[in-house]
């Protein structure tokens, strides 16, 4: 069956480091790719998507590109912000399934710290 | 703009209490979704909907049962409170096309006591 692996937190970054959290997929059909942010007491928003193959989606700095041959889609940022710390999910969504389409990682929680 | 709208925002019961999650989305969207969410373990999905009248298992439907009786709406019931079910929950949205994009309300945080 579907499913996402993610990098395991929590990671601490000192502000304008890089950022890299892994990400890796298992899906039967040909799934589009996510980066969900959770800011502390909200839900989550999309950060950036990515719907076929060697596609890089980009947001707010956040740039992740769709890597089939190493079922991969990893998130980076080249410089964090004290607002960038969050929880972040991988998620995927397989249009082959015809009920849940939707898989989650378990989150990466990020701190900066100035 | 409201998107997806969950109440109550917060909510604390007594063992065996029962209560209803509300949730409404305004971009008339066909699937819903209800997670919860708990410390290291991310977002489980309780139940979801693809459509008006249907409702279909997640992961971890014990203990919880939903409606949709009308397309913006989807209803999340737990008959007989158990302090297991301590969580925050969310109820998600997307249309049927396969870009997939979930919207998320902001989040219910039940207590059982």
């Known amino acids: 069956g579907d499913s996402v692996t993610q990098m395991e937190g929590p990671v601490t970054l000192s502000e304008e480091a890089f950022l890299t959290i892994n990400c890796t997929y298992t899906a039967t059909g040909y799934p589009s790719l996510f980066w969900y942010v959770q800011y502390p007491g909200e839900g989550l928003q999309l950060l950036l998507k990515?719907?076929?193959?060697?596609d890089k989606g980009s947001n707010k700095g956040f740039e992740a590109t769709y890597r089939k041959e190493t079922t991969s889609f990893h998130l980076e940022k080249g410089s964090v912000q004290v607002s960038d710390s969050a929880v972040y999910f991988c998620?995927?969504?397989?249009?082959?399934?015809?009920?849940?389409?939707?898989?989650f990682g378990t989150g990466t929680s990020l701190t900066v710290i100035p | 703009n409201a998107g997806v709208t969950q109440t109550p925002k917060f909510r604390v019961l007594k063992t065996g209490q029962s209560m209803t999650l509300l949730c409404a989305q305004d971009m008339n969207h066909e699937y819903m979704y209800w997670y919860r969410q708990d410390p290291g373990m991310g977002l489980r999905l309780i139940h979801y909907s693809v459509g008006e009248g249907t409702t279909a298992k997640g992961e971890v439907p014990d203990g919880y049962n939903v409606s949709r009786l009308k397309k913006q709406n989807f209803l999340l019931g737990l008959e007989s409170a158990a302090p297991s079910q301590t969580s925050v929950y969310f109820c998600a949205s997307s249309s049927h096309l396969n870009t997939g994009e979930l919207f998320f309300g902001e989040g219910s945080r039940l207590t059982v006591l």
């Open positions: 998620a995927l969504s397989d249009p082959t399934n015809t009920g849940n389409q939707f898989y």
């Open positions: 990515a719907t076929k193959a060697d």
